[in-house]
Every structure is written in structure tokens, then in C-alpha cells.
């Protein structure tokens, strides 16, 4: 009796599931407006914690091994920076464009976009130490 009406049930209760909301399309999907604060990008607050967390593996101090010191702002502004309000090579690097042969993070997948936005607004915004 028990088996009847579980295998009576169980069709039911997947036709249930399937409307019941779990079917939806993604693109109707709500999310929240300010996921990715790229208004607020302070250097001391957002881009050294990017930097830190995704970079300074390979990248941290005067030994690092490529060379490259992303732990000195001089170096970074420098990077961030060709001249006044260019894009200059840390753009490029970490969102995988402008012909930069030298895609980072090496060897491992691209930053997230919310990431590179503030690497972006920051770069917009002349680089500032703040």
C-alpha cells in the first residue's frame, strides 16, 4: 500500500517541483543593485586587498620573482598608469586584454569582473593613494 502511493506521489511531486518556482528563468532573477561597489575604490581599502589576495604570490617585495614590486604604490600607480589617465599595464593584465602578453593572474583563471571594475574606477580616478 505504502509502495502504491509513493510511486503514485513521486511523479506528482516532481511536476510540483518543477512549477513550483525552481524552473525559472535567470534572467528575470533579482540581484542586489550594489553587489560591486565601484564608486567608493579607495587604494588602501580595495585595490591592495585585490592586489594582496590575487597578485603578491609572486608579486610581493624587492626579491619578488618577476621582478615586479605590487606591494610599493609607486610601482603600481606606475603600472596602473602610461602617462595621465591612461590604462596602462596592471588593466590590461588582469582583464585578459589590450594585445598584454603577460595575462594575469599567471597560470590561473582571470580575476572577477566586480575585481577588475574597481581596478578600473581606481585607474579613472588617477590612481590616487587614499
Not at 603578491?56 to 595621465?84: P, R, V
Amino acid at each position: 500500500m505504502i509502495k502504491k502511493a509513493f510511486l503514485f506521489a513521486l511523479p506528482l511531486m516532481i511536476i510540483v517541483f518543477i512549477f513550483s518556482g525552481c524552473y525559472k528563468d535567470k534572467t528575470q532573477l533579482q540581484y542586489p543593485a550594489n553587489t560591486c561597489d565601484t564608486t567608493n575604490v579607495t587604494f588602501n581599502t580595495n585595490i591592495l586587498n585585490i592586489l594582496d589576495a590575487s597578485c603578491q604570490s609572486c608579486h610581493k617585495g624587492a626579491s619578488s620573482s618577476s621582478g615586479i614590486n605590487l606591494y610599493d604604490y609607486a610601482t603600481i600607480k606606475s603600472l596602473a598608469l602610461d602617462g595621465k589617465y591612461v590604462y596602462g599595464s596592471l588593466l590590461s593584465s588582469v582583464s585578459f586584454q589590450g594585445g598584454n602578453p603577460y595575462p594575469m593572474p599567471q597560470g590561473a583563471i582571470q580575476l572577477p569582473a566586480c575585481d577588475i571594475n574597481q581596478i578600473r574606477a581606481w585607474v579613472n580616478k588617477g590612481a590616487p593613494d587614499n
